[in-house]
């Protein structure tokens, strides 16, 4: 079946720092890959988006690149800010939409120290 | 738009107590999910459903049973509930469009489940 792979965590960096969270997919096909940020407390949120291969998302300075040859999603930012601390979640839908699921990482805690 | 509510926020039980868990849903969307959250585990799908009066099992439906009786609603049933039930759980809500080659989900906060 299909599954996520994504960077253990808890990930620590100082503000201002650049940030990189690894994520890796099997899936068949083209599935659709997002990233969801969790704040403490609170819901998943759809951070960004990419439904076909090479396609870029990208939101609050966030962004990632749909890399079908490497099967991967990493999430990067140039700038991290206190206020990123949360916890990211990877995740795809299989080829084609349809009612699945997400199918989701186990999640990265990131914390940015000031 | 309220978007996704979920009621209650918080719950402790006993061992082999029933309680529901309510979702609601004020996007007129036609998919609706409850995942479960642990600790290292991310989210796991329990139950979908496609439409109202439909369901589906997810990966982990053991315990749980849900109804959708109403399009804007999806209930979380445990019959009798067990330590391992212990969680945060998680109602999504998505359009269902044919065709759709994506299916962005909308979360609700989650409810808090202690089951002792």
């Known amino acids: 079946g299909d599954s996520v792979t994504q960077m253990e965590g808890p990930v620590t960096l100082s503000e201002e720092a650049f940030l990189t969270i690894n994520c890796t997919y099997t899936?068949?096909?083209?599935?659709?890959l997002f990233w969801y940020v969790q704040y403490p407390g609170e819901g998943l949120q759809l951070l960004l988006k990419?439904?076909?291969?090479?396609d870029k998302g990208s939101n609050k300075g966030f962004e990632a690149t749909y890399r079908k040859e490497t099967t991967s999603f990493h999430l990067e930012k140039g700038s991290v800010q206190v206020s990123d601390s949360a916890v990211y979640f990877c995740?795809?839908?299989?080829?084609?939409?349809?009612?699945?699921?997400?199918?989701f990482g186990k999640g990265t805690h990131l914390i940015i120290q000031p | 738009n309220a978007g996704v509510t979920q009621t209650p926020k918080f719950r402790v039980l006993k061992t082999g107590q029933s309680m529901t868990l309510l979702c609601a849903q004020d996007?007129?969307?036609?998919?609706m999910y409850w995942y479960r959250q642990d600790p290292g585990m991310g989210l796991r799908l329990i139950h979908y459903?496609?439409?109202?009066?439909?369901?589906a099992k997810g990966e982990v439906p053991d315990g749980y049973n849900v109804s959708r009786l109403k399009k804007q609603n999806f209930l979380l049933g445990l019959e009798s509930a067990a330590p391992s039930q212990t969680s945060v759980y998680f109602c999504?809500?998505?359009?269902?469009?044919?065709?759709?080659?994506?299916?962005?989900?909308?979360f609700g906060p989650g409810t808090r489940l202690t089951v002792l």
């Open positions: 999504a809500s998505t359009h269902g469009l044919a065709g759709g080659y994506y299916n962005e989900q909308f």
């Open positions: 899936a068949t096909g083209y599935p659709s």
């Open positions: 990419a439904t076909k291969a090479d």
């Open positions: 995740a795809l839908t299989p080829s084609g939409g349809g009612a699945d699921g997400l199918t």
């Open positions: 996007m007129n969307h036609e998919y």
């Open positions: 459903s496609v439409g109202e009066g439909t369901t």
